[in-house]
Nanobody, 115 residues
Framework: QVQLVECGGGLVQPGGSLRLSCAASDIMVSRYAMGWYRQAPGKQRELVAQIIRDGSTNYHDSVKGRFTISRHNFKNTVYLQMNSLNPEDTAVYYC?????????WGQGTQVTVSS
């Protein structure tokens, strides 16, 4: 059974940085598109960043130039480096993949940006 386990969230001041990790089991992260979504209170879940099989990446306009998605094939882990964080980035962040069309989510990790 595919599982995704996130960690790395927390409380950070505006302008600060965090790195989220998503450890995958029962799939190889290099073989599937892997994404980070976020959901703020009262808002819909939105795609923040995605890395696809050939290593190319896509980003939500609001995070371009600040966030970087990457993967470590040996560790079978996907990362989201988040820099220059602002209060609008506050949300629960979820790791996602869809092997063979079946959507799989991690449990989520809270990111709070506040002074």
């Amino acid at each position: 059974q595919v599982q995704l386990v996130e960690c790395g969230g927390g409380l950070v001041q505006p302008g600060g940085s965090l790195r989220l990790s998503c450890a995958a089991s029962d799939i190889m992260v290099s073989r599937y598109a892997m994404g980070w979504y976020r959901q703020a209170p009262g808002k819909q879940r939105e795609l923040v960043a995605q890395i696809i099989r050939d290593g190319s990446t896509n980003y939500h306009d609001s995070v371009k130039g600040r966030f970087t998605i990457s993967r470590h094939n040996f560790k079978n882990t996907v990362y989201l480096q988040m820099n220059s964080l602002n209060p609008e980035d506050t949300a629960v962040y979820y790791c996602h993949t869809a092997p063979s069309g079946v959507w799989v989510w991690g449990q989520g990790t809270q990111v709070t940006v506040s002074s």
